[in-house]
Every structure is written in C-alpha cells, then in structure tokens.
C-alpha cells in the first residue's frame, strides 16, 4: 500500500502562482509513474502532468505546458507541482496519484493505483 497526501493548494489572483506537494509514504518503490489529476465542479478528472520515476520522464497537458512543472524528490519521496501563472480555468481539486508502470496510457487515471485525498486550487480574476 501507498499513502498519498497532497499540500499547498489555496486562493491565488490570476497570474499568481502556487506550488503543490505530495508527500508518499509505505511501499514507494512498488510506484514506478506518479502524477498529478485535477477535477473542476461537474466536469471529469483529466491529467495535468506526470513523472515515470525511475528514468525522470515527463509529460503534460496542453493547457499546462509551459506553466507547471512536475518534479519529484527520491530522497524524501516528495512530488512537487509548481504552477505559474495561473488562470481562472485551473480552478480544481488537485490530486496526486501513483502507479505501478501506468501501462495502458499514462494520462489516463486508470493507470493510477493510489490516490491522495486532493487540495483545493482557487483562481481568481
């Protein structure tokens, strides 16, 4: 089993940035893909970005690219989402999910095995 905590959501202007963190605890080195989800009032969880761990690859989603970064910190299994200026649109719960080997479409939340309990992003205009 892992355990999943995410931190650091909060209000923020638009332009405005936050970083998010996720803390992993139990039986880490079962993960090998970890990644962050959100999910907005009456619309689906989609992707935002993503981490194969073992060789530090990554990928985004479009209206992500070029203003959040995932990050990951092996030493203290820590995932990290720094999100730059932010828009009205990234309004959701943030949450960070691990997998096995994410086979199957690594944006795709079924890939995802454990999940945190999420952290609330507010934008404001």
């Known amino acids: 089993q892992v355990q999943l905590v995410e931190s650091g959501g909060g209000s923020v202007q638009s332009g405005g940035s936050l970083t998010l963190s996720c803390a992993a605890s139990g039986y880490t080195t079962s993960t090998h893909c970890m990644g962050w989800f959100r999910q907005a009032p009456g619309q689906e969880r989609v992707a935002v970005a993503m981490?194969?761990?073992?060789?530090?690859?990554?990928h985004y989603a479009d209206s992500v690219k070029d203003r959040f970064t995932i990050s990951q910190d092996n030493a203290n299994n820590g995932l990290y989402l720094q999100m730059n200026n932010l828009r009205p649109e990234d309004t959701a719960m943030y949450y960070c999910?691990?997998?096995?080997?994410?086979?199957?479409?690594?944006?795709?939340?079924?890939?995802?095995?454990?999940w945190g309990q999420g952290t609330q992003v507010t934008v404001s205009s």
């Open positions: 981490v194969f761990t073992d060789e530090k690859i990554t």
């Open positions: 999910a691990a997998g096995e080997y994410c086979s199957g479409g690594y944006f795709s939340d079924r890939a995802y095995k454990y």
